[in-house]
């Protein structure tokens, strides 16, 4: 399967800054990337799907201007947290679509905690 | 909307037994249902993914089941060992990207 990897693994930050992560595919091309975030002891929630080359679509209930991605190469997609607040603390993991073998999957970054202070 | 639950929600057990996890889902037009690993803090491990015409998939001690009909599949973890305590999510494929189960938290006493 495909290698994912995100940078940094996690960040503390304090309230108000701005703050990226970077999802890198290491060994495919990818078109397409999801981003999710799971808060302590919940599921993980589909945030976006980042489009290589065009806008990124987001889930309902999550703000386009607060939570900006980049997709801007087949091998590297970026999401920005603008001006953090402690309820944005959670931990955030990339995934890039993958049709290989005729299996219509997903591969996982490690996911990157943020915790805003 | 595609939801998915998953039953219990924590389970501890005494070292050495069998056990099964439950996830049930309501939308059975799936491609494909996928069951992780997540220790505490870290990423996702892929365990066993089951394409929507099978039945069932078997790695070393788990084995998991998809019944695409009634929406349901099972992970069955035979002679379970403390190394085995982890968060186990459920996680289906349909026209959307993954929808996950909140997961099941396995816990194994020595």
């Given at each position: 399967g495909a290698v994912v990897s995100q940078h940094p693994s996690w960040v503390i930050c304090k309230s108000g800054t701005s703050v990226k992560i970077e999802c890198r595919s290491l060994d495919f091309q990818a078109t397409t990337m999801f981003w999710y975030r799971q808060f302590p002891k919940q599921s993980l929630m589909l945030m976006a799907t980042s489009n290589e080359g065009s806008k990124a679509t987001y889930e309902q209930g999550v703000e386009k201007d607060k939570f900006l991605i980049n997709h801007?190469?087949?091998t590297l997609s970026t999401l920005t947290v603008t001006s953090?607040?402690?309820?944005?603390?959670s931990f955030y993991i990339c995934s890039l679509h993958g049709t290989g073998g005729g299996t219509d999957t997903q591969y996982f970054g490690p996911g990157t905690r943020l915790t805003v202070l | 909307k595609q939801e998915v639950t998953q039953i219990p929600a924590a389970l501890s057990v005494p070292e050495g037994e069998n056990l099964v996890l439950n996830c049930s889902f309501?939308?059975?037009?799936?491609y494909n249902l996928q069951w992780f690993r997540q220790d505490p803090g870290k990423g996702l491990t892929s365990l066993l993914l089951i394409q929507s015409s099978q039945r069932e998939q078997t790695s070393g001690r788990l084995n998991a089941s998809l019944d695409k009909s009634s929406g349901r599949s099972t992970l069955y973890i035979a002679a379970?060992?403390?190394?085995?305590?982890a968060t186990y999510l459920c996680a289906v494929k349909g026209n959307t990207p993954l929808v996950f189960g909140k997961g099941t938290r396995l816990s194994v006493i020595a």
């Open positions: 801007a190469s087949l953090a607040h402690p309820e944005d603390s | 309501t939308d059975s037009a799936i379970s060992q403390p190394g085995d305590s």
